[in-house]
């Protein structure tokens, strides 16, 4: 069964950048589509995007459009979320999930502990 | 667009909850679940394909759905199930709904 380690939180000023890293251990990495979702205090969940390693093909969400690159390093089974032009609002919990059950398209049954992100000046 | 109601479902434990879900257009309920978040800890998968539940979860938990509407039941409400739930279509265009908090009466 996989498991999904994240990186450690991260304090960004308005702006910049933040890269936040999923690490895959105990499976087959190249068997997996990996999906990031965020959660900002008190509000709901927000799909940011997905990648299927294999096949070099990422999905991003409406909102995140030109803001947000998925990656995958196969070698070391880490994936990658890169969010960039932070403002206030990006402020949130990042998780990174993936699934047990059925194709690249399964459901997110697998999912990282969570990176908590601050941006602030 | 998933539109979720309530937004609030204020509950006894041992009552029944029932939470429903509408799909702004049509939504292939294969790829269509249901999670349960509690604060730190990350989302709980529950139900996917509409009706299947996800290894370990209760047996009081039912998903259901007809056409754009989808439903999910709590049968008998345990103090571990006040949370905030969450519709999810994971296959085009993923997206969730905006939450159904289940709190204590």
């Known amino acids: 069964q996989v498991q999904l380690v994240q990186s450690g939180a991260e304090v960004k000023k308005p702006g910049s950048s933040v890269r936040v890293s999923c690490e895959a251990s105990?499976?087959?990495?190249?068997?997996?589509?990996f999906t990031w979702v965020r959660q900002a205090p008190g509000q709901g969940l927000e799909w940011m995007g997905r990648?299927?390693?294999?096949?070099?093909?990422?999905a991003y969400g409406e909102r995140f459009q030109g803001r947000v690159s998925i990656s995958a390093d196969s070698s070391t089974g880490t994936v990658y979320m890169q969010l960039s032009s932070l403002r206030s609002d990006d402020t949130a919990v990042y998780f990174c999930?993936?699934?047990?059950?059925?194709?690249?398209?399964?459901?997110?049954?697998?999912w990282g502990q969570g990176t908590m992100v601050t941006v602030s000046s | 667009m998933l539109t979720q109601s309530p937004g609030t479902l204020a509950l006894s434990p041992g009552e029944r909850a029932t939470i429903s879900c509408r799909a702004s257009?049509?939504?292939?309920?294969?790829?269509f679940a249901w999670f349960q978040k509690k604060p730190g800890q990350p989302p709980r998968l529950l139900i996917y394909?509409?009706?299947r539940r996800a290894t370990g979860i209760p047996d009081r938990f039912t998903g259901s759905a007809s056409g754009t509407d989808f439903n999910l039941t709590i049968t008998r409400l345990e103090p571990e199930d006040f949370a905030v739930y969450y519709c999810?279509?994971?296959?085009?265009?993923?997206?969730f709904g905006q939450g159904t908090k289940v709190e204590i009466k």
């Open positions: 394909a509409a009706s």
């Open positions: 990648i299927i390693p294999v096949l070099g093909r990422t």
């Open positions: 105990g499976g087959a990495f190249n068997n997996y589509a």
């Open positions: 999930a993936t699934h047990s059950i059925g194709s690249f398209y399964g459901p997110t049954d697998i």
């Open positions: 257009q049509v939504v292939n309920s294969n790829y």
């Open positions: 999810h279509q994971y296959r085009d265009s993923p997206t």
